[in-house]
């Protein structure tokens, strides 16, 4: 089951950036469990409201995602991916531009789905 559970997890990575990229907030956040943190790559962090409000008014701005790799690993009921990635963003008034980011993600299986409950962000 561990390899369906990483293909599952590859796929929420995709969806992330997908509904990031359509500040599609209502599915985004279905995806991150209520107590959700993101860390930027400049040590800020953000809760889930703050980091959906600012993916729906635009402060976080997502344009593209590209894959470079997505390793998961899977134990039990938790899991982490590595996922790198170029992005077209313009984060917090900075000009658009293609980033090289790392997230490291933290998932857990709730109720039978995979939920996102942190996520660490980082230059690669």
């Not at 359509?22 to 962090?45: I, P, W």
Request: glycine content about 8%; hydrophobic content about 40%.
């Amino acid at each position: 089951m561990a390899s369906n559970d990483a293909q599952v997890i590859h796929a929420l990575y995709h969806s992330m950036y997908r509904f990031m990229i359509a500040r599609d907030v209502e599915r985004l956040g279905a995806l991150l469990d209520d107590s959700f943190v993101l860390v930027h790559m400049t040590g800020r962090r953000q809760g889930k409201a703050e980091f959906l409000r600012c993916v729906a008014d635009g402060t976080l701005a997502y344009f593209d995602e590209v894959e470079e790799s997505c390793p998961v690993h899977v134990d039990g009921d938790k899991a982490t991916l590595v996922g790198r990635s170029l992005v077209e963003a313009s984060p917090f008034g900075a000009s658009r531009s293609t980033w090289r980011l790392e997230q490291g993600i933290s998932l857990e299986r709730r109720d039978g789905r995979w939920i996102m409950t942190r996520s660490v962000a980082s230059m690669n």
